[in-house]
């Protein structure tokens, strides 16, 4: 595995389907993957269960706002993957989880694993640990 961080942000539908192009890339070659939604919005997302091999999660925002350490932990707890982290501006604004929990979380399991993050709003902190950011303008 690769061990980097992407982060795309700005346009949020734009920047999830740079995630889902890098899971199906990964798809093709054989790679185990993974791609957590929280909050989605997107009806047809959870169709993509039913036609593809990858493993996926939702996480709608009630569960968000219930979503203690250890489960938080217990997602990332993977090695060996590709994991897409979707609309990670929703998750760190409803959450319970503080942002350097999260941001710790990552840098540990980023050594064994590509980690895409894509959310609507840049921060900061998750910029400093990518390495790779893009910022996707509204059409």
């Known amino acids: 595995m690769s061990g980097l961080v992407h982060y795309y942000f700005g346009d949020r539908l ?17 790679l185990k993957t993974l791609l957590i939604v ?53 998750f760190l604004q409803f959450s319970q989880i503080p942002i350097n929990d999260f941001i710790e979380t990552i840098e540990q399991i980023k050594s064994e694993n590509e980690i895409i993050l894509t ?10 640990i990518a390495d790779y950011v893009s910022e996707l303008l509204l059409s």
């Open 119 to 128: 959310g609507e709003k840049m921060s900061e902190k998750l910029v400093q």
């Open 38 to 90: 929280f909050n989605d919005n997107y009806s047809w997302v959870r169709n993509l269960d039913d036609h593809n091999q990858f493993e996926i999660q939702i996480i709608d925002k009630t569960e968000l706002i219930k979503l203690g350490l250890n489960p938080f932990k217990d997602l990332f707890s993977t090695t060996n993957k590709t994991i897409v982290v979707a609309n990670v501006d929703l």
């Open 14 to 30: 734009k920047a999830f389907e740079i995630g889902l192009g890098t899971i199906i890339r990964s798809e093709g070659h054989s």
